[in-house]
């Protein structure tokens, strides 16, 4: 076992999350309290899940309201990250245009069976890197409009439409959100050795099988998030997501 859960355990997470939140308060990046926050909440969260996972591996209609309940949350919290007002809820656009077809594709080819064992951890680290290829994206080109505002119009003026205009000047910025996944694939196995493969390992998989699922699993999210960026990127030329009020 790579941890032993007890007091010591508790104590030790305790510590590490007070000493985020104190660089974060002390550096004066406002976040302090929500970073508190966020650790007790991912407490919480994983008891309950843990839980609940043990009922809905052996009832499929329970196993699909539990994904469609994290694709929910996701959704809703990108877009609360991206925007304040009511467009917020177009997040879900990206996040499910990226993750719907990646994982029907696995469904139908046998990859992942149809078993919340094996279902869930695979469409919770989909839509997870979906979450934050879609949040990234979206408040990066939303800032670059509002801060270039003035090259939209002018391109407008020399006769581009006003989302071929946006587009022009968002693209590049929207583009970044690909970078965390594409470095991740690029140095595993060299600086990083991630959860899926770690975790097989400690299974009693051979490196091999670890090594291949662990490919599997980073191409899939580069999919992914190469769809929920292009996707995202659309809706704010569009104006479907912006932060007008």
Same mark, same amino acid.
């Given at each position: ?31 302090? +309290?929500? #970073? ?44 609360? +990250?991206? #925007? ?10 990206? /996040? ?12 139908? #080819? ?14 919770? /680290?989909? /839509? ?14 939303? @800032? ?31 583009? @970044? ?14 600086? #990083? ?53």
């Amino acid at each position: 076992m790579l941890l032993t859960v007890d007091a010591t355990f508790g104590a030790v997470l305790a510590v590490l999350l007070v000493v985020a939140a104190a660089v974060v308060a002390l550096a004066h990046l406002g976040r302090a +309290r929500e #970073t508190l926050i966020a650790g007790a909440r991912a407490a919480l969260q994983l008891a309950a899940v843990s839980l609940v996972i043990g009922w809905v591996v052996g009832s499929l209609p329970l196993l699909l309201a539990f994904v469609l309940l994290m694709y929910a949350v996701a959704a809703r919290t990108a877009g609360r +990250r991206i #925007t304040p007002n009511g467009s917020w809820w177009w997040a879900s656009v990206p /996040i499910g245009a990226g993750v719907l077809p990646v994982v029907s594709a696995l469904l139908l #080819t046998g990859l992942v069976p149809l078993k919340g064992i094996a279902l869930v951890p695979v469409a919770g /680290i989909l /839509i997870g890197g979906a979450l934050t290829a879609t949040v990234l994206a979206g408040r990066r080109a939303l @800032d670059e409009l509002r801060t270039r505002h003035g090259e939209v119009e002018a391109g407008m003026a020399l006769g581009l439409l006003d989302r071929d205009a946006r587009l022009e000047v968002a693209r590049g910025s929207a583009a @970044d959100a690909l970078l965390p996944g594409l470095d991740q694939t690029r140095t595993v196995g060299l600086v #990083t050795l991630p959860g899926a493969f770690v975790g097989m390992l400690l299974g009693g998989a051979s490196p091999l099988l670890a090594g291949a699922v662990q490919l599997f699993v980073l191409v899939g999210l580069m999919a992914v998030q190469a769809v929920a960026v292009a996707t995202v990127l659309e809706l704010v030329a569009r104006g479907k997501l912006h932060r007008r009020e």
